[in-house]
């Protein structure tokens, strides 16, 4: 799930989530999710294979638990997104680096996005993942990304 944006109006927030769903059989399904005081609601879904009518239904009430996880409520008890999220203690140095280049080749054993993977372990965003990741592979943690001729 990725927040992707908020609309604040009338003393409200409205928040727009993409959320990926990915099942043991194969089965996946996008949607994007709005999250309001009034509820979950689902303004785009894509499924391989496609949705059945009962399914679509209860869409939201699937979606209902992570999104409220991503989000806390305010005074008044309409929901909100968190802001910044307090980034996990994450260990420096050496130590660090080692259990950075476990996560990545964890997840790529796993055939998960290792760099994602980097990224919710360490708290960091993406380009700063990327220059850990670098830093471990100098290190020789990582395999070289590229072999030179």
């Not at 660090?96 to 990545?104: E, V």
């Not at 760099?115 to 960091?124: D, E, F, I, K, P």
């Not at 993406?126 to 850990?132: E, G, N, P, T, W």
């Amino acid at each position: 799930m990725r927040h992707a944006w908020n609309v604040r109006a009338s003393g409200g927030v409205t928040s727009w989530f993409e959320v990926r769903l990915a099942f043991a059989d194969g089965a996946r399904v996008e949607a994007l999710a709005v999250l309001s005081a009034q509820g979950v609601r689902i303004e785009d879904v894509r499924a391989e294979p496609p949705l059945s009518l009962d399914d679509l239904a209860v869409l939201g009430e699937w979606l209902e638990g992570p999104l409220a996880e991503a989000c806390r409520p305010v005074s008044g008890g309409a929901p909100r997104p968190t802001g910044r999220r307090a980034r996990p203690a994450w260990p420096g140095g050496r130590e660090g680096q080692r259990q950075l280049a476990q996560t990545y080749r964890t997840a790529h054993r796993q055939g998960a996005d290792p760099v994602l993977a980097v990224m919710c372990a360490t708290g960091h965003s993406r380009r700063r993942a990327l220059r850990l990741i670098g830093r471990a592979r100098d290190e020789g943690l990582l395999t070289p990304r590229r072999t030179r001729r």
